[in-house]
C-alpha cells in the first residue's frame, strides 16, 4: 500500500508559476513510475505528466509540454511538478499516482493509489 499527499496548489495568475509536491509513503517508492493527472469542473481526469522510477524519462501531455517540468527526489519520496506560464485553462484538481502496469504512460487506467488532490486556480 502506498499513500500519497499533494501539496502546493494555489491561486496564481495567468502567466505565473507554481510547484507542486507529492509525497508518498512506503520504502518501494524509488521502484514506482508516477504521474500527475489532472481534472477540472465537468471534465474527465486527464494526464498531466510522467516520469520513470530513475528520473531519467519524463512524458508530457501535448497541453502542457514546454512549460511544465515533472521531477523527482527518491531520497525524500517526492515527486515535483513545477508548472510555469501558467494558463487559465491548468485550473484543474490536480492528483499524483502510482503507474502500476507496464502499459503506455498516457492512459489513467495504468495508475493507482491516487491522492486526494491540490487545487490549482489560474486566474486572469
Known amino acids: 500500500q502506498v499513500q500519497l499527499v499533494e501539496s502546493g496548489g494555489g491561486l496564481v495568475q495567468a502567466g505565473g508559476s507554481l510547484r507542486l509536491s507529492c509525497a508518498a509513503s512506503?520504502?518501494?517508492?524509488?521502484?514506482?513510475?508516477m504521474g500527475w493527472f489532472r481534472q477540472a469542473p465537468g471534465k474527465e481526469r486527464e494526464f498531466v505528466a510522467a516520469?520513470?522510477?530513475?528520473?531519467?524519462?519524463?512524458y508530457y501531455g501535448d497541453s502542457v509540454k514546454g512549460r511544465f517540468t515533472m521531477s523527482r527526489d527518491n531520497a525524500k519520496n517526492t515527486v515535483y511538478l513545477q508548472m510555469n506560464s501558467l494558463k487559465i485553462e491548468d485550473t484543474a484538481v490536480y492528483y499524483c499516482?502510482?503507474?502500476?502496469?507496464?502499459?503506455?504512460?498516457?492512459?489513467?487506467?495504468?495508475?493507482?493509489?491516487w491522492g486526494q488532490g491540490t487545487q490549482v486556480t489560474v486566474s486572469s
Open positions: 516520469i520513470d522510477w530513475s528520473g531519467g524519462s519524463t
Open positions: 512506503g520504502r518501494t517508492f524509488s521502484t514506482y513510475d
Open positions: 499516482a502510482v503507474k502500476l502496469w507496464s502499459g503506455t504512460y498516457y492512459t489513467i487506467n495504468e495508475y493507482g493509489y
